[in-house]
């Protein structure tokens, strides 16, 4: 559905302010100012035949163990280890005459002018989350209004209510939310005044309390048809990080997969091609609201993508993270849980110093079993062979 002949390109950190940086790799994944993340998860998308990814994902590491779960991986990897690099291949592949596939805009405007399967300013637009009010039916928003920082601490001053707190400048596309009852937190406070160095708008939005929420997954093909490939339910968070999903037959209404296909379909009206997902739920009071957009490839498309494919025998899957010593070869401790049918690896991430603090070595894989609770037993035993 998807084939085509290209590149992905995990988005470039600036060259100027950011070569030789550190803080380039975090669990695997490109830092632009230690703020916005670019995924490895590329490696796991059968329909490219090139992949431009950080040197954090462990890419040897990654495509061994990928293989071993048979799935099926690039013809073609290309690794960068700075912001600069990362450029270079890119524009060498464009300069090739390849079709490039960007994870967020570029910002290097060479990049931004070459051909690309969706243009950097589309992307740019489509990322932010202030996208929502044009894609979605107001009834299935959040109240939410854009401020500017100085606005926001104004209104978190005068209205008590639980409030959550997102950027949404000019191409900001991190997928922090800092919530208002959390802001006497050391972290959560400074994260703010981090982010507002970046950004000059912000949503403020009310704090829906969810029964559940999902991560639906939809994919826009070359001819501009939509597809809903289905939905996952992000596990508890304590932060605004995605931590891991459930995907077993707790499935979104119909009435929310239909109000997100039309906003799909006027993306695509728009010229959006590839993968995108929302991030929706059901509040306590049977409300339905919409709360993040993802035209991108998430954390959750791996999941509902091969759920199918290689964990149909189970009833429930579940996907999470696992950490492990630096060093150490995965392989030969998950080959048993592997070859039995019960995990699937997505990604392997060396360990990383970012803006955050030290990211240990982790990996990214997927459980099959009965229900959530055999599911969560498993995950504690292939924890335990990783760090016993």
Known sequence: MFAHDGVVLARPPSPVETAGSRYLTSAGAGLHNGLDMVTGLHLTLPHQSAVICSSGASADKSLRLLSRCGLKTPSDLREYRSGEQAVRLAREAAGRGELLEFQFPPQDPQLRAAPARVAPDLLARLNNKTVLETLIAPDYLPRRQVASPAEVRQIVRADRRPAVLKPAGTEVYSGIAIFTRRLQDRLNRSLFHQLEQVSDRWIVEEEVPFRTVWGLQFGVTESGSVEYFGASVHLPQPTSTWVGCVLDDDRPPAELVEALTAGVRKASALGY??????????????????????FRVSAATTSVLHRSSLLSQHPCAMTTFFTLAPGLDAEPLLAPFI??????????????????????????????????????????????????
């Open 273 to 294: 091609r590839g993968y995108c997902s929302f991030d929706a739920g059901v509040g306590r009071n049977g409300e339905l609201r919409v709360i993040d957009p993802n």
């Open 339 to 388: 070859d039995r049918g019960e995990l699937v690896v997505f990604m392997h991430y060396d360990p990383a110093e970012t803006d955050n603090g030290p990211h240990p070595a982790t990996v990214l894989g997927m459980v099959g079993a009965a229900d959530r609770y055999a599911c969560g037993v498993l995950i504690s035993q292939v924890q335990r062979a990783l760090t016993s």
